[in-house]
C-alpha cells in the first residue's frame, strides 16, 4: 500500500527561526512529491513540486529537498514568520492523478 | 495556475438533508477531483469527474451517498446526501493544471452536521 509519513506531527518554533519537516514515503512506481500548506480553513496551496530528477527546489523562504534513492523528501521553512503557522501536507504521486497524501505537520509560530 | 471557487464556504445542516456544494474553474480542465478531509486527518480522495461521463468514486464512497454532476468542463457538483453527523468533514475540489502548476484545490466546505 503506497504511504507517506510526516514527521513530526506538530512543531512551535519563534519567530525569525528556522525549522525542517520530514516526509518518507513508499508510493512506487513514483512520479512527483509536492508540498502543500494548508491555512486552518482553508484548501492547501501547492509550495513545490518535484520529479524524481529533481533533488531540491525553492519556493521564497520555503525549500524543498528530495531523495528518491531513500524515498525522502524535507521541506525547509527559513526565517519564520508568524503567517507561516498552518499544516505542511507531502503529497506523492505514483501517477498522472493518484495522490497520497501524508497526515500533516502543524507548525505554529510564535512572536 | 487555476482559480477554483468553491461555495458554499462553510454550512451547518441537520441529519438526514442534503447539501450541493459547487466548485467553478475559471478555465477548462479534463478531471476534477472531489476530497473529504475529516477533523485533524489528511484528504481522502472522493471521485474522479469526467466531464460526459459518471464519476469514478474510491473505495468506500457511492454515487447514492455522494453525487457527483461534471455538465460541462468548467464546473462540477458533489452532494452530500442523507447527512449524519460522522459527514462532519471539510470537502474540497481540486483539478491538476499541469506538473508545472501541481494540483489546485479549492478553498473548501466545512460542513457540520448537528
Known amino acids: 500500500k503506497n504511504q507517506v509519513e510526516q514527521s513530526p506531527q506538530s512543531l512551535i518554533i519563534l519567530e525569525g527561526k528556522n525549522c525542517t519537516l520530514q516526509c518518507n514515503y513508499t508510493v512506487s512506481p513514483f512520479s512527483n512529491l509536492r508540498w502543500y500548506k494548508q491555512d486552518t480553513g482553508r484548501g492547501p496551496v501547492s509550495l513545490t513540486i518535484?520529479?524524481?530528477?529533481?533533488n531540491t527546489k525553492s519556493n521564497g523562504r520555503y525549500t524543498a529537498t528530495l531523495d528518491a534513492d531513500t524515498k525522502q523528501s524535507s521541506l525547509h521553512i527559513t526565517a519564520s514568520q508568524l503567517s507561516d503557522s498552518a499544516s505542511y501536507i507531502c503529497?506523492?504521486?505514483?501517477?498522472?492523478?493518484?495522490?497520497?497524501f501524508g497526515a500533516g505537520t502543524t507548525v505554529t509560530v510564535r512572536a | 495556475s487555476a482559480v477554483i471557487s468553491q461555495k458554499p464556504s462553510r454550512d451547518i445542516c441537520q441529519r438526514g438533508t442534503s447539501l450541493t456544494i459547487q466548485c467553478q474553474v475559471d478555465?477548462?480542465?479534463?478531471?476534477m477531483f472531489w476530497y473529504r478531509q475529516q477533523p485533524g486527518q489528511s484528504l481522502t480522495l472522493i471521485a474522479t469527474a469526467n466531464q460526459g461521463s459518471e464519476a469514478t468514486y474510491e473505495s468506500g464512497f457511492v454515487i447514492d451517498k455522494f453525487p457527483i454532476s461534471r455538465p460541462n468542463l468548467t464546473f462540477s457538483t458533489l452532494t452530500v446526501s442523507n447527512m449524519s453527523p460522522e459527514d462532519s468533514s471539510i470537502y474540497l475540489c481540486?483539478?491538476?493544471?499541469?506538473?508545472?502548476?501541481?494540483?489546485?484545490f479549492g478553498s473548501g466546505t466545512r460542513l457540520t452536521v448537528v
Open positions: 518535484m520529479t524524481f530528477s529533481e
Open positions: 478555465s477548462q480542465v479534463t478531471m
Open positions: 481540486s483539478v491538476e493544471r499541469g506538473t508545472d502548476y501541481g494540483y489546485t
Open positions: 503529497v506523492v504521486s505514483a501517477d498522472d492523478y493518484k495522490l497520497s
